[in-house]
């Protein structure tokens, strides 16, 4: 049987201090990081492999730190042979991995728009203010619809709502919204049946509508890049969609911001292109586990290290 793979890349919430100490200063992680550095106007490998976790945890570090994990990890794996995958993918912020993967963008512009992108995000919705949940053991069409009772409950004019944003796997769906509004929904959803209701550790309501006057910034600052033309199909979060259009592509990073991560279908999406192995690109496991509760047929696997970049290989073989 033939290996059709795919390449994904994961977002928030895998960083750890010291993810790229196991690559040992290879070569081709060390011009990433001198890359990023330069494009950031900071050492980003010191922040990496010193931390201190407070530090990493920033969404305004944390963007560009796994932006640059991603793209150490893919760049090893090109470095050293890799065969070129049949398409990628990220998980929110991973779509822009995805992207330099892709060749659309350089790192050198991905690095200072991450960046932005968290700024922007931090400052749409003061901290404190808003909030997220991973719901738990419930399909995702009743999570939509506890949202929507949820945001209703507090009646009409009220500027508290609370959205699903995030559909990771058949029993997994995060939501997002102001605080009072995340809360009310947790009560909602774990009266219809949801397991548990997990409030998460960020310091903003990624990918709701609460994240449109960032979406504004980000897309301004798009409109200045020149985009290259993606040399493997990227499927994006946002439509479940390939892109080829520079402005297509664009506008779809632009919606992301406040938009859902529909990774369910992106995964499918994958398979529905004949992929039969998901990697999951850059620190952490998250993706390789979500891949499995999607679809038991797919292989999926991580890549981080010369044990698993080794593994990938075999694996692929």
Known sequence: MSKTFAFVFPGQGSQSVGMLDAWGGHPVVAETLREASEALGEDVGALIHAGPK??????????PVMLVAGIAAWRVWCAEGGALPAAVAGHSLGEYSALVASGVLSLAQAAPLVRLRAAAMQEAVPVGVGAMAAILGLESAKVIAGCAEATASFGAGSTDVVEAVNFNDPAQTVIAGTRAGVEKACEVLKAAGAKRALPLPVSAPFHSSLMKPA??????????????????PVVNNVDVAVQQDADAIRDALYRQAF??????ECVQALKARGVTHVIECGPGKVLAGMTKRIDPELVGASLFDPATLAETKELLA
């Open 54 to 63: 407070e530090a990493l945890a920033l969404t305004t570090n944390t963007q």
């Open 259 to 264: 938009g859902p991560v529909r990774w369910v």
């Open 215 to 232: 979406a504004e910034k980000l897309r301004a600052a798009l409109t200045a890049l020149e985009l290259g033309a993606p040399r493997i």
